[in-house]
């Protein structure tokens, strides 16, 4: 912009910009040290069953621990490693690491917990990625029907990755992992994609439940919720905080919810703590 000097508005449109191209110029040249020095830790958030209040599982989340800069959080970090692919890298670190805390519970005589675990859609570019998913899972000796992965809803909007989708949740199960529609009702998605993409699992999405006092958003729910009970597939609410929202998906027969209301993302010690009680 010719402006972009003199125009007030517009310098301080360009700092900013500048400022951000330099912390994720910063955040990339972190990124191979902070791999190897395993300052990307695994956070567990329980998964609650609404029938009996047993825990179902836990979702696995990323946290940057980063020794100066303290705790980053994932949108400060996902959609920058998704541009440029080291996604991908972390994706799999995060996963053996999920791998190994559940061969050491294992070990210790503790039964399998499941867990679920994002699958970036940059992963979906290469056909084969199922491949080092499951080496790992092999290596460390996990029953692959302990895995959920969970792909975001909106890689269904890409034309050009829905048939690789599609063979990549046949693969899935024919290894014996499971899969699981994350976000789901965050963007467009129609209803239809849920009899066209055999998932086991759909999370629906925060923000069905943050009007949960009006009528119209209940029924919007309940109908979801019948939707998936007829194509048996398993409802996960995602981002429970209030009491209101938790009496209505008990009352309509929601599976399992994850939320704030139980627990925030837990390091896997204080997980095994809130097993516990
Ligand atoms: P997501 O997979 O939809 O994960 C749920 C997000 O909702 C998490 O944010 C979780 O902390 C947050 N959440 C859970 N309960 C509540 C609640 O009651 N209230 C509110 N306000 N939020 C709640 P988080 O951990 O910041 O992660 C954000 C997103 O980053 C994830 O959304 C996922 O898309 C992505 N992500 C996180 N870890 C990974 C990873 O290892 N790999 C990939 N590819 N993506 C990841
Ligand atoms: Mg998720
Ligand atoms: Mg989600
Ligand atoms: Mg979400």
């Given at each position: ?18 400022k951000?191209?330099?912390t994720e110029?910063e955040?990339?040249?972190l990124f191979?040290?902070s791999?190897?020095?395993h300052?990307?830790k695994?956070y567990l958030q329980?998964?609650v069953?609404?029938?009996d209040g047993?825990i ?8 940057w621990?980063h ?6 959080f ?19 670190y995060m ?5 190994r805390l559940l ?5 210790k005589?503790?039964p399998w917990?499941?867990?679920?675990v994002?699958?970036s ?8 990625f ?6 790992i899972?092999?290596?460390y000796h996990i ?6 992965f969970?792909?975001?809803e909106?890689i269904?909007?890409d034309?050009?990755q ?7 949740i ?14 789901f ?10 009899k066209e993409f ?9 923000q ?10 209940r029924?919007v729910i ?6 998936a ?5 398993r ?6 905080e ?5 009496d209505?998906l008990r009352?309509?027969g ?10 925030k993302?837990l ?8 097993c516990?009680?």
């Amino acid at each position: 912009n010719q402006d972009s000097g003199t125009h007030p508005a517009c310098a301080f449109y360009d700092a900013d910009f500048t400022k951000q191209l330099q912390t994720e110029q910063e955040l990339n040249d972190l990124f191979e040290h902070s791999l190897k020095n395993h300052d990307f830790k695994v956070y567990l958030q329980p998964k609650v069953r609404l029938l009996d209040g047993g825990i179902a599982g836990a979702e696995a989340l990323v946290r940057w621990i980063h020794p100066q800069k303290g705790i980053i959080f994932p949108s400060d970090f996902i959609p920058i490693f998704e541009h440029n692919g080291k996604i991908c890298h972390l994706d799999l670190y995060m996963f053996e690491e999920v791998c190994r805390l559940l061969e050491q519970w294992n070990q210790k005589g503790q039964p399998w917990i499941p867990i679920s675990v994002n699958l970036s859609r940059q992963h979906f570019k290469n056909p084969e990625f199922l491949k080092a998913f499951s080496e790992i899972a092999e290596r460390y000796h996990i029953p692959p029907n302990t895995i959920e992965f969970e792909l975001t809803e909106s890689i269904l909007f890409d034309p050009q990755q829905i048939e690789v989708v599609k063979i990549s949740i046949q693969k899935m199960h024919a290894l014996g992992f499971l899969c699981s529609l994350d976000d789901f009702g965050s963007g467009f998605s129609s209803l239809g994609l849920l009899k066209e993409f055999d998932v086991d699992t759909i999370k629906l999405d925060r923000q069905f439940f943050l009007d949960i006092s009006k009528e119209k958003s209940r029924d919007v729910i309940a109908c979801l919720i019948e939707l998936a009970k007829k194509l048996n597939v398993r409802t996960v609410a995602e981002g429970i905080e209030e009491q209101e929202q938790l009496d209505y998906l008990r009352e309509i027969g929601c599976d399992l919810v994850q939320g704030y209301i139980f627990s925030k993302p837990l390091p896997p010690k204080e997980f095994e703590a809130f097993c516990a009680r």
